[in-house]
């Protein structure tokens, strides 16, 4: 008999995981998504804008990209029209964006088309394709049946490490739940990492919200107006960001750190020190999660860390290394937390 391949919670816990990396800073991972709005709502022209930032490595709807190429499938579109709407968002073309008029269907073709792509373009960041309908070779919209085309593009987007975004299309009937709108079963919502629902507050108002909700974002609503003459859904209630509580943590102890360059002790001696650098106020119980979850990120500013049981606790071994420092306070002499807390 096959068995589990399953791994202690004590492992899972004490294990640096590669951090999910964000194509869209906040709202778009990688992973599959959906992006759904009615007919002529303008989910091209946003989808388009998303595609052109992520080539050229600019913001959208206020939010930083990671730069890298970007696939759009405009199946429903012609070369002649989207040369209309590149004119119209931008006079510079980008080399890292190309697009496609045709593709085969899921299961049938696609995937392969998508893996000898990314065979080229090595820094491929995100796939999207316009419309899910235009890819189904099924009209059967069961839950079975939207389930299986989805997963298919989800264990796509895992095994690839990149985004892909589906557009779709959402019923004409009104929810108060938006994310109910979207066309076909819960079998799509359920399948995909994260779905986005454009809905114009008014038909034709010009004015619309964006619901996004997801397994590595934070639900919400952005209000988008979309402005005729840039031809961009631009935001309209732009959120001041929250001070990252991680930050502040990763800050004072590299400042500590950075002055000491080593630490044994308890997770409650680790925060008692960390008073020295910072009046912040840390819990013992966040301490290993913080470490283990920013692995990556300490790494780079050229910490290592350890646990080590004993009798009666365990015990966080940390230890600094200038040499490995890639960050840009390993020269500065005077560094302090409120510096670094943007940066970290």
């Not at 796509?156 to 975004?165: S, T």
């Not at 779709?168 to 979207?182: A, E, G, S, V, Y």
């Not at 650098?277 to 780079?300: C, M, S």
Request: include cysteine; charged fraction near 25%.
């Amino acid at each position: 008999m096959k068995q589990f391949n399953s791994k202690s919670c004590e492992e899972i816990m004490t294990t640096v995981y590669k951090p999910i990396e964000f194509v869209i800073d906040g709202l778009i991972a990688q992973g599959l998504y959906i992006l759904a709005g009615a007919p002529k709502v303008g989910k091209s022209w946003l989808a388009l804008d998303m595609c052109l930032s992520i080539a050229k490595g600019e913001k959208i709807l206020g939010l930083k990209t990671s730069q890298g190429t970007a696939l759009y499938l405009c199946l429903e579109d012609s070369y002649a029209r989207i040369q209309n709407r590149l004119y119209e968002l931008t006079d510079e073309p980008t080399e890292m964006l190309y697009f496609s008029v045709m593709s085969d269907p899921i299961g049938g073709g696609l995937e392969e088309q998508i893996e000898g792509f990314m065979s080229e373009h090595r820094d491929l960041k995100i796939v999207f394709i316009d419309t899910l309908q235009m890819v189904r070779s099924d009209t059967d919209s069961s839950y079975g049946s939207d389930y299986k085309d989805l997963s298919v593009l989800k264990a796509l987007a895992d095994k690839l490490e990149i985004a892909i975004i589906v557009v779709h299309h959402t019923r004409k009937c009104k929810d108060i739940d938006p994310f109910n709108m979207i066309s076909g079963s819960t079998g799509i919502s359920g399948c995909v990492d994260g779905s986005m629902v454009l809905v114009e507050t008014k038909r034709g108002s010009r004015n619309a919200k964006l619901y996004c909700v997801g397994r590595d974002i934070e639900n919400a609503e952005i209000s988008l107006h979309f402005d005729s003459d840039l031809k961009k859904w631009v935001v309209t209630d732009e959120p001041s960001a929250p001070k990252s509580k991680d930050n502040i943590f990763l800050a004072a102890l590299y400042v500590y750190l950075k002055r000491y360059i080593s630490f044994t002790g308890t997770a409650s001696e680790l925060v008692s020190e960390l008073k020295e650098v910072t009046q912040e106020q840390f819990y013992p119980n966040r301490v290993t999660r913080d470490l283990v979850q920013n692995g990556y990120t300490l790494r780079k500013y050229g910490i290592d860390f350890q646990y080590k049981r004993t009798r009666n606790c365990r015990l966080i071994i940390l230890h600094y290394d200038r040499e490995r420092d890639s960050s840009d306070s390993k020269n500065t002499s005077e560094v302090t937390v409120n510096k670094l807390t943007s940066k970290v």
